[in-house]
Every structure is written in structure tokens, then in C-alpha cells.
């Protein structure tokens, strides 16, 4: 399903100030079951955003206003595309638990040597060795 999101903050100043230095978090993250198609970030009195990645990996846009001005408006739009969300069963049949146990995507010593060896693995992966050293 397609979304087209459209935020606006303004901030309006008692006074006029002299600078504005701005940092904003309104891009929609491209990851799960979500897509961000597009976005545009508008900034009034004019700026020239630039973007980087946050530690988070979110988007970034990080501006300044030089000059007087006594309000700032922003407007972000998007159109993102979210797919659904893949219902989990509430419990699996003893069967189906046997079948994971002999898995070879979830082999417990396989992932467990790559976590010994300080690999990067999956979360599941990490939650199925933690899971079975509890059992």
C-alpha cells in the first residue's frame, strides 16, 4: 500500500533571531516491510540541506539559516510504500519444532562458532544460539 505523508513543522519566533542551525529526522527509513520512494525536504527562509547517516541509520538533514528571520518552516513529504506484515503463528506443532532442530540454517554450533569468531550474524541467528544454551 502506497502512503503519501506531508509534515509541516513551523516555529515562530517572538523576536526575529539572527541564525538557525537545524538538524531534521523526517525521512521514512527504507528497511522491513516499508520503502521510501520519495521524499523532499522544503526549508523556508531557503537552505541547502545536507544528509548523512545517523548511528541509527536514519536519515539526516542538517541545515543553517544565516541572516534575520522570525520564523522557520519546514515541509517533508513522502511517498512510501509498506508491504504486510507476515502474521507469525501463535505456536507451531511439536513437528515443526523437531524440523527447526535439524535445520541446517538454524545449526546451533555453526552459529555459535561465528559468534566465538566475533562474525556479524543475523539477529534470529543470535536469538536461536542464546535460546538453545537456555534449554
Not at 507469525?88 to 561465528?114: F, G, K, M, Y
Request: glycine fraction near 2%.
Amino acid at each position: 500500500m502506497l502512503y503519501n505523508i506531508r509534515h509541516i513543522t513551523r516555529y515562530r519566533y517572538s523576536a526575529p533571531i539572527r541564525e538557525s542551525i537545524m538538524e531534521a529526522r523526517m525521512q521514512p527509513r527504507s528497511d522491513g516491510n516499508q520503502r521510501c520512494l520519495e521524499f523532499r525536504l522544503e526549508v523556508a527562509p531557503r537552505a541547502r540541506p545536507s544528509c548523512y547517516q545517523d548511528h541509527l541509520e536514519n536519515t539526516v538533514h542538517h541545515f543553517d539559516i544565516p541572516g534575520e528571520h522570525q520564523e522557520l518552516f519546514l515541509l517533508a513529504e513522502s511517498t512510501v510504500d509498506v508491504k504486510p506484515i507476515i502474521e507469525l503463528p501463535t505456536s507451531l506443532p511439536h513437528a515443526a519444532w523437531r524440523e527447526i532442530d535439524q535445520s541446517e540454517e538454524n545449526d546451533v554450533s555453526r552459529i555459535a562458532q561465528a559468534v566465538a569468531q566475533g562474525a556479524a550474524v543475523a539477529f534470529g541467528d543470535v536469538a536461536a544460539y542464546i535460546f538453545a544454551q537456555q534449554l
